[in-house]
């Protein structure tokens, strides 16, 4: 029985060493250094997670901390919801979360803790084929939500269809939509939903006389080629949120271990410096207090 062990033992040695490419004896040491510098890297990668409303934030702060800090590599993991980022980070899969809402207490085990870093404004915007309409009342946006008006001729445009791009009724833009102008009517049916911002943005850039709303500070970023639409004769911009005139905002936050680690703590001080609000500043994004 002792035989057939060691025999054992001594075909899965050798098998994994044919695994490999030609095995040489300086290939142990070469290994051994390879472990320890993946070791060394591996306590220096961050990861995170979030909702595809707060990953264009993060993504700007992380490219700006790693200009600074060579030895920190931050990688994305891509999730569909804030819930989804914060049940990974409870599980240790990543570092940090993004959130467009505050810790549920549902969500709270004790060992996070969230900190809000932004505010991003909510614009409705049109495709650029859209003229003659540069504003709507609220009226008029829950009409064209409910199905009521369908033509934007009804609103002093061309005689076009109108197109409804729409979030799911659980994501942070469709609760923002509903809390101040479309109340709970329900959406018409012929509404097109999109699961992510990204996907809704890129739909109405390429349909014409389609209507959506999404992130100014996107639109700013990547330029994109839409009307921003006033509302209530209000238009979209930081001041009239700092005047209190515009308040469809999006409050951006991070999620972490209470006791992150050293690498994930600095990327955390970097946010919430000086130099933080300035990269948020800088493209869009209201600084929180």
Not at 29 to 57: A, F, L, M, P
Request: glycine content about 6%; overall charge positive; proline content about 3%.
């Amino acid at each position: 029985m002792k035989k057939i062990v060691q025999s054992t033992i001594i075909s899965i040695i050798f098998f994994g060493m044919c695994g490999c490419n030609s095995f040489k004896p300086t290939d142990l040491t070469t290994s051994n250094q390879v472990t320890n510098q993946t070791d060394s890297q591996s306590q220096k990668i961050i990861k995170i997670g979030g909702s595809s409303s707060t990953i264009t934030v993060l993504k700007l702060l992380a490219q700006a901390y790693q200009s600074q800090n060579k030895t920190v590599k931050i990688e994305f993991i891509s999730n569909s919801q804030s819930e989804g980022a914060i049940a990974a980070l409870k599980n240790d899969i990543i570092d940090i979360a993004g959130s467009s809402h505050k810790l549920k207490p549902e969500e709270d085990n004790g060992k996070i803790q969230y900190r809000e870093i932004a505010q991003d404004l909510l614009l409705v915007a049109t495709n650029n084929s859209v003229k003659g309409v540069n504003n709507l009342s609220t009226k008029q946006l829950k009409a064209i939500y409910k199905g009521e008006i369908t033509n934007w001729r009804e609103l002093g445009g061309a005689d076009a269809n109108i197109v409804v791009l729409d979030r799911p009724e659980d994501e942070s833009a469709k609760k923002l939509l509903r809390k101040y102008y479309l109340g709970t009517e329900k959406t018409t049916t012929k509404a097109v939903i999109l699961n992510k911002e990204g996907e809704l943005i890129e739909t109405l850039q390429s349909t014409p006389n389609s209507i959506g709303a999404f992130s100014l500070a996107y639109s700013l970023i990547n330029k994109s080629p839409v009307n921003h639409l006033s509302l209530n004769g209000v238009a979209p911009k930081s001041q009239n949120f700092a005047n209190g005139k515009y308040q469809m905002v999006r409050h951006i936050g991070i999620l972490s271990d209470k006791v992150p680690s050293a690498p994930t703590q600095g990327f955390i001080d970097f946010i919430l410096s000086k130099e933080g609000e300035k990269v948020l500043q800088n493209n869009g994004f209201v600084p929180a207090k």
